[in-house]
């Protein structure tokens, strides 16, 4: 299966700015799909980003115009990059990969945005 590790996650001030990184094992021409999703404590993980084949994307509503989801071919990385980050942008992100062999998680990462 595909082997995602994660990071970048880590404690900012109310709107401050992170990247999250999420490095596959395998070539991202082989992965149908990817997206990050993130899950408070006590609530339902929910999908945050996603990005399509074709390169299209998919937002959450709430993180529209200040996230941006990407990704890089060559060193076959997801990115999240994450602009105005509210308090209730806090949460476990997890790197998600939908590939022929199956669909793999990362580890998730850590968001915190508190003064």
């Known amino acids: 299966q595909v082997q995602l590790v994660e990071s970048g996650g880590g404690l900012v001030q109310p709107g401050g700015s992170l990247r999250l990184s999420c490095a596959a094992s395998?070539?991202?021409?082989?992965?149908?799909?990817m997206g990050w999703y993130r899950q408070a404590p006590g609530k339902q993980r929910e999908l945050v980003a996603r990005?399509?084949?074709?390169?299209?994307?998919t937002y959450l509503p709430s993180v529209k115009g200040r996230f941006t989801i990407s990704r890089d071919n060559a060193k076959n990385t997801l990115y999240l990059q994450m602009n105005s980050l509210k308090p209730e942008d806090t949460a476990v992100y997890y790197c998600?990969?939908?590939?022929?062999?199956?669909?793999?998680w990362g580890q998730g990462t850590q968001v915190t945005v508190s003064s």
């Open positions: 998600n990969a939908v590939a022929k062999s199956g669909t793999s």
């Open positions: 395998e070539s991202i021409f082989s992965i149908y799909a």
């Open positions: 990005v399509s084949p074709g390169g299209g994307t």
